[in-house]
């Protein structure tokens, strides 16, 4: 059997499957935006998260320069931490490099990694520069949270309103390799309001909140029209020819921070981040009973929502 | 300027000026088997690294089963903390997967981890799949030792002895994919004896106790005639018709302990470590003053030790 008949989900599968194991200490192993372990400094729990960038697969090397895949590359990761509510601290850093890239662009993608490092007080350890055909980027990065202020994806409740941080879709003409992780509002977050999930959005609206959904065993309605829309997603509508509110939903890659509080702290919550850190907070949908399952309210209509149908679901909109 | 002209090591170079950070909590950032980072549980240092295997670069599908390329992604990790005397506990797994390979290819390999782990006690906590035109696998591990255990390079002195386990050489023909990390090994030494440095010999010999000797600012004479040659090092040199010594000194892989301790020490080492674990550990060498600089003793004669000089030392002898 070919990996393309069971696809990513499938393979998933059988890495849980086979990999995962029980240990005490391990809060969350696979399953959320990044593991949770306890047993080491006192009333915190470490986070452990790593994801590769692949040429070809993530980046393009036409449209990116070095220095941003430097900066993309621990930035994805440091979005997995603010997803859990965590600072993140300690990385290192796995790079395949081609032969014939030349000095100066693998500088630039250092200076890239380390100005985000900077930027975040990520401090880098160290890693392991290996040759490969296709550049990669491996990172690995450690981070902590207070066992009080610890968000899942998985404790969503019926009634609960999800909420998303700044605008949404068409990142591919900029924001893929330009976004800031939102560490600074999720420490905010956390700190002054008790959320019941949260997850950092990188495969789309529609699938993110759909996997919080899932994992919450609960039935989730979007509010199609209610989705932020951003300047680009309008902008790409132009030349795709799909409505903007499709690139919000599934362009992914936003790596803006959806989460769910119960409706008493939604008014508050909107106000004072506003206020406090100029971001934008808009409510995009509400948490239901799970057998009304996962659906999209927009237009006066009611349509089903497919957290893996991407394209099926577009041609319908 | 093209990497082929600055090398590995200026590679490295350029990463440690662009990237190395300060931070009170790191003990040790880049430069040694592991990164340690102080500030978690209490007595306890956090070990942490990360190695990358690549496809046609550390390894090759037509030599090297599934399987055993799981066993071995994991080991030479594990084999990391080990050589800092530390126990493997957490491990995130990035994989980058070509289209073209089958379910129960990738089974095989998530099953060679397993068993690793299983043997190890490591706990997988996730990780991530994606798709690459050239397999790698790039895994971080977190570990643990005790403050009072912990070894590293750089504290060898004057007048210590150079002390290897197992036996060297001729990997190619099966130990690099079938080795064994040394952690019982390890963790009996820290237990039991003051070890003044430690590291594993994945680069060879030679290669590594330089690194040692460079490390700790001292001087190194290889007693030649003394290292233990495995049968696959005299196996290999019939077919290369190089001395098996030159294997020893210079194949690497052999992921066994290479670490120094202070004469008083060595003949209980040695003899405690026969009885308890039957494990041989052999002198190989003696830790000199700085300016005698790297030499290899054997056949009554004094030869320049070049750490780097891989190949040109080998048409020497």
Request: glycine share 8%; net charge positive; aromatic share 8%.
């Amino acid at each position: 059997m070919k990996l393309s008949q069971i696809g990513e989900f499938g393979l998933i599968e059988e890495f849980k499957n086979i990999l995962q194991t029980k240990d005490k200490n391990v809060v969350i192993g696979i399953g959320d935006d990044t593991a949770v372990i306890k047993g080491y400094r006192k009333n915190h729990y470490l986070l452990f998260t790593e994801d590769a960038l692949v040429q070809n697969i993530h980046f393009n090397l036409k449209n990116i320069s070095w220095l941003q895949i430097g900066k993309k590359a621990l930035s994805v990761n440091i979005s997995d931490i603010a997803a859990m509510g965590g600072i993140p601290k300690f990385a290192l850093i796995s790079i395949g490099l081609p032969q014939k890239i030349s000095v100066s662009q693998c500088k630039n993608l250092y200076q890239g990694i380390k100005k985000t490092a900077d930027k975040y007080k990520v401090s880098i350890l160290g890693g392991d520069t290996v040759s490969a055909k296709e550049l990669f980027i491996s990172i690995s990065l450690l981070g902590e949270v207070e066992r009080k202020n610890l968000v899942t994806r998985n404790k969503a409740k019926e009634g609960d309103i999800l909420l998303v941080s700044g605008s949404l879709g068409g990142t591919i003409l900029k924001k893929h390799y330009s976004f800031s992780p939102q560490v600074d509002l999720s420490r905010y977050l956390v700190k002054h309001f008790k959320l019941s999930s949260m997850i950092d959005l990188s495969d789309g609206l529609a699938s993110d909140a759909v996997k919080i959904a899932q994992k919450s065993q609960v039935g989730l309605i979007l509010f199609g029209d209610d989705v932020p829309l951003s300047s680009d997603a309008k902008k790409l509508a132009k030349k795709t020819s799909k409505a903007p509110l499709c690139h919000a939903l599934f362009d992914g890659e936003d790596y803006e921070l959806l989460f769910t509080v119960p409706p008493r702290s939604v008014t508050k919550l909107i106000q004072q981040v506003k206020e406090k850190l100029k971001i934008l907070i808009t409510p995009v949908g509400k948490i239901v009973n799970k057998k009304e399952g996962y659906q999209l309210y927009s237009n006066h209509k009611y349509t089903k929502l497919h957290p893996k149908g991407f394209d099926h679901f577009l041609s319908n909109t």
